[in-house]
């Protein structure tokens, strides 16, 4: 979406709105404590209540106003399949783990089960921050796709671990992705 500059007019009918808006809001009282700001105007906020003048105490009202249409639910469906896809990447490990544990070429022990059970939430921790610092800049939706993509590529590559410690780090750096959509 973009958006036009104003021109003259526009910004002039802008101003007196947000003037009389703050008109209508901001109150001046002069205040006596006995200090030395005796007589001084200090200015105070306070907000208007009722409805008719725009403000909303609800969240009701405010989807009343603004309306529920296809974009909110394509939005809803959306971050619904991201958080879908990370619940399976977090639980898929659970499935995992009883045919890990049998003899076989990754021979882990009881401490390395747990260490892969537990990689992923802590590259979610680490994720999440990082992925958070890059949505302050690049916003969210590109952010979203971005870890999206970073998670499911290390998912993938995590089915293909050739040993034990290659698994362990591409299920951290699955996490790093998962703590992105979060």
């Known amino acids: 979406m973009s958006y036009k500059p104003l021109d003259s007019k526009e910004e002039e009918e802008m101003k007196e709105i947000t003037a009389k808006n703050l008109s209508e809001t901001i109150h001046k009282r002069n205040i006596d404590d006995g200090s030395d700001t005796e007589g001084e105007d200090t200015i105070e906020l306070i907000p208007r209540e009722s409805e008719s003048q725009g403000v909303y105490n609800e969240y009701e009202e405010v989807l009343n106003v603004i309306g529920f249409g296809v974009f909110h639910v394509l939005v809803l469906v959306a971050t619904g399949v991201a958080l879908s896809s990370d619940a399976v990447e977090v639980l898929s490990i659970s499935f995992a783990l009883p045919l890990i544990r049998l003899p076989s070429e990754l021979d882990v022990t009881h401490w390395q089960n747990g260490l892969l059970s537990s990689i992923i939430f802590v ?15 690049t916003g969210r939706r590109s952010t979203l796709i971005a870890s999206l993509t970073f998670n499911s590529v290390f998912g993938f590559l995590s089915s293909f671990s050739p040993n034990f410690t ?8 699955s996490g790093i992705g998962v703590g992105g959509s979060l």
């Open 123 to 137: 590259g979610m921790l680490i994720g999440g921050y990082g992925w958070g610092s890059i949505a302050d800049i």
């Open 166 to 173: 290659v698994l362990v780090l591409f299920r951290f750096f």
